[in-house]
């Protein structure tokens, strides 16, 4: 009779594969799951300074979906999320290298088989690593740059000759046709005597006196467009967010900072994430933003929190409707961070520098809460959407035996597919010949494990959908069987990795 096996995987830090030994994924210890209440979909994940960056799929689980290292390209990843884009859902993402405080690079447009279907840049600048915002419906891209120019900085100390400035800039840019539709540059508006951030202060500020060490004064971070054409702008160094004229570029108000438009009545912020537009109407606009409240050398509170913010244009004041905070007691990330509210009306969390995920419902209940296992490894943003994707490879299967005689153990699996339900399992006695059916299990995880109660030396697996029908078969594999020495420390169901040579 068949049995599941019980799964012996290591999940600290990093999850492994007998059936995808190339695989190291980041593991996501899940602390909280309320099934009750969390809202359906993947967490998009893209963890860097771990040992395999890239763009990642999880359930609410904490179970692979899918690995992107390596599909991507070899640059680190950021803002993975879903988009739409030519009438459908795609994934969407930079890919690219990292400087001080930034990136240059460009943005990714991946279709359901996870294949790059288009590459967006930023005219003749790299793009920066903060935003890739595909909008109109997969139309046009707000990306983010940072560029050193030539700056008198002789007012902030530096006299013995010119100096150089790090100018926050975005752009629109039409994803088929290249055409910059809008360009805007924080020097051209705003003053760098607004910076809370001054020369040579902090780990990614600058010195100013070379052009890779520019003094980044500004600090952009998101961009966002309403529907009237408008821009909401944050930027970290100035602790402003700005609301920009899609006409001229103008500032048209700011929110925090040295120059606020608005009295902020009962909260304050800074050194802020992910601002957006969540609503708007003659006299009001609400805007969802991640306060950090720190950038690790500067604080304005205890913890960092997720805000929903109303602005009221009649009255110029602003009042914040919600304040989300980490569980259990709550998280100080000094950078990075995100606030996402979901369709169901739940929040979800990326918490930036701390590489925690958290969503609540509404009224402020963590409803789930996890983290890398990893405390080395880094999540600029983290976001939940619904996903359906059909890879192009194949499913992965390995099988083992401990002996000629013994039963045979089948892990299978196959990398992004999310409509898989169960697997058939198929055997025969020479690749010529016909295959059998032999059993079947229902998917559990990254990794299924099965195994049946007989030896069996070529196998092949069907993945199968929750309606019973096939999806695609893996390749036909032998089975592993380890010679008399090897087996001795061999267990039913799998060997241990050498250790050293001979029995040490």
Known sequence: MAKLAVADNITTPVSVFQSRPDL???????????????????????????????????????????????????????????CTYQGSDHLCFFQGNQELGYGRGHGLIMDNTYTVVNT???????????????????????MTIYMPVHHDLSAYGITSGQGWILEGSFQEVNITTREIL??????????????YVTVNSTEVSGDGLTKDTAWDYFHINSVDK?????????????????????????????????QSTFTLTNFQFSFQHDARFISENSTTTVISLFDNASNGFSKSSAYSSGMLVAIDNST????????????????????????????????????GSNAFISE????????????????????????????????????????????????????????????????????????????SLIGNSTKNGFETIYTIQSHQNLSMVEAVAANGSGLANSS????????????????????PIAKGYGGR
């Open 24 to 82: 190291a994924a980041p593991a996501l210890n899940v602390y909280i799951n309320n099934a009750s209440f969390v809202s359906p979909g993947y967490i998009f994940l893209a963890p860097y300074q771990s040992s395999q960056p890239g763009p990642y799929l999880y359930d609410n689980s904490g179970n692979l979906i899918w690995s992107g290292f390596g599909a991507s390209g070899a640059a680190n990843v950021h803002d993975f999320h879903a």
């Open 120 to 142: 967006v840049c930023t005219g003749q600048l790299s793009a920066d690593l903060h935003e890739f915002n595909v909008i109109n419906g997969g139309e046009s891209a707000l």
């Open 182 to 195: 809008f360009d805007w540059r924080s020097l051209d508006h705003v003053d760098p005597s607004l910076s």
């Open 226 to 258: 309403n529907t009237e054409g408008d821009y909401l702008v944050s930027a970290r160094h100035t602790n402003t967010i700005y609301k920009i004229s899609g006409v001229d570029g103008g500032i048209i108000w700011r929110l925090g900072g040295k």
């Open 316 to 351: 110029n004041r602003a009042t914040l409707l919600t304040n989300y905070v980490a569980p259990n007691g709550g998280l100080s990330s000094a950078s990075q961070g995100n606030l996402q509210q979901l369709p169901n009306g739940n929040v979800f969390f990326g918490w």
């Open 360 to 435: 609540h419902t509404a009224d402020g209940k963590p409803v789930l809460y996890a983290s890398f296992a990893s405390t080395d490894s880094m999540n600029y943003r983290a976001y939940k959407f619904n996903w359906t994707a059909a890879p192009v490879g194949k499913p992965t299967l390995y099988s083992y035996a401990h002996h000629t005689t013994a039963p045979t153990t089948y892990y299978v699996s196959w990398n992004g597919a999310t409509e898989v339900a169960a697997w058939r399992y198929y055997t025969s006695s020479s690749p010529s010949s016909p295959f």
């Open 476 to 495: 036909i594999i032998t089975t592993f069987v380890p010679g008399a020495t090897l087996a001795g420390v061999c267990t039913d169901t799998q060997c």
